[in-house]
């Protein structure tokens, strides 16, 4: 899929909206605006979300659709929220989402015990 680019390639400063033409009349619209907050995703976040609304935020029907289990689907759903949450506050994605990600799907693969795992999410809340 072949997305706008949200950051300068040679600075990484964001990128704003500045024109919009009409493909048919040529009519263009000059000012200044914003994007897309679910286009500033992942790759792979927008695919999750485009699969989260396919299955009307049904997880047992995305279970079905991914072969993932419940708490590695909750896990991708908190990861695109804070995602979002962290857009509209200005910082970037925060790599705890990552490392709880990781965790869940530990547990999942039987890698983990659920004991084990609370634990390490603890520490990860304190951190």
């Given amino acids: 899929m072949r997305r706008m680019p949200t950051h300068c390639p040679s600075c990484n400063s964001p990128m704003h909206i500045t024109e919009l033409t009409c493909s048919v009349c040529e009519t263009t619209v000059r000012g200044r605006y914003t994007g897309c907050p ?7 976040n927008v695919r999750f ?7 009307r935020g049904n997880i047992k029907e995305m279970e079905r659709e991914t072969g993932l289990g419940y708490w590695t689907i909750r896990s991708r759903l908190d990861e695109v929220v804070e995602a979002l949450q962290a857009q509209s506050a200005g910082t970037p994605e925060p790599s705890i989402i990552t490392r709880r990600r990781d965790i869940l799907a530990a547990v999942e693969r039987g890698d983990l015990s659920i004991e084990a795992a609370e634990q390490a999410l603890r520490e990860l809340k304190r951190s």
């Avoid at 286009?39 to 792979?44: G, I, P």
Wanted: hydrophobic share 45%.
């Fill in 38 to 44: 679910i286009c500033e995703l992942s790759d792979e």
């Fill in 49 to 55: 979300v485009q699969l989260f609304v396919t299955c």
